[in-house]
């Protein structure tokens, strides 16, 4: 538990020295609000030039909606790095097999693992995209939206609207070397607690993380406050 104002700063300092000590790191990275600030503050500290970027998942919106995860990563982190990384892989789904699409993204990271993933914490326990009812072992895949996650697209810019997207599965997530969990705000903390002390279930896809070997919780005191 950290305090919120030093809630970004910290966790960058750690990625940041994470980055030294591994250049070449394989990274799976989430998108949206709370990964935002830790972006901007990594983004002054760490050298992306020879790492790997998986980016964790993908909305069913066209190319250059700003709503996009692709769109996210590049103003909240590429757009601010003094190098690019060495490689930044993502999932289309504009391609013409969405099947082939999952299957090709699930075999280019097999192919080396996740050796750090960031994963932010749905209001509802979702990792990605992998919205409550996951299995543990699910792939890479289409996947439906919740309700609330597709009625909150507007909250990224998003222009269009869709009720479906791509992500990288719980049970590839799950396999990586190391998992940040990341989460603020006091409105997380009901489904924070729900992740480490309730039930392991497929309801909350969240709590399966308690089955991962090595997990660091990043919550600010707002998030933490009912644990």
Known sequence: MLPDTRWAPEVAEEWAQRLNADPELRMCLPTGRTPAPVYREVSKRGDFSQATIFLLDEFGLDVGDQGRCDEMLRRDLIAHLAEPPARLHGLDPQADDLRAECSRYEML?????????????????????NEPGSDPGSPTRVVELADTTAEGLDRYGAEGTTDW???????????????????????????????????????????????????????????????
Request: hydrophobic share 45%.
């Open 109 to 129: 990271i097999a192919a080396g693992g996740l050796e750090l993933t960031l994963l932010g914490l749905g209001a509802n326990g979702h990792l990605g995209l």
């Open 165 to 227: 997207g791509l992500t990288i599965g719980l049970g590839r997530l799950l396999q990586s070397d190391e998992i940040w969990l990341l989460v603020t705000g006091e409105h997380k903390a009901g489904i924070l607690e729900q992740t480490l002390k309730g039930p392991v279930s497929p309801e909350v896809p969240s709590s399966f993380l308690r089955s991962a070997e090595n997990v660091v919780v990043w919550a600010d005191e707002s998030a933490a406050s009912r644990l």
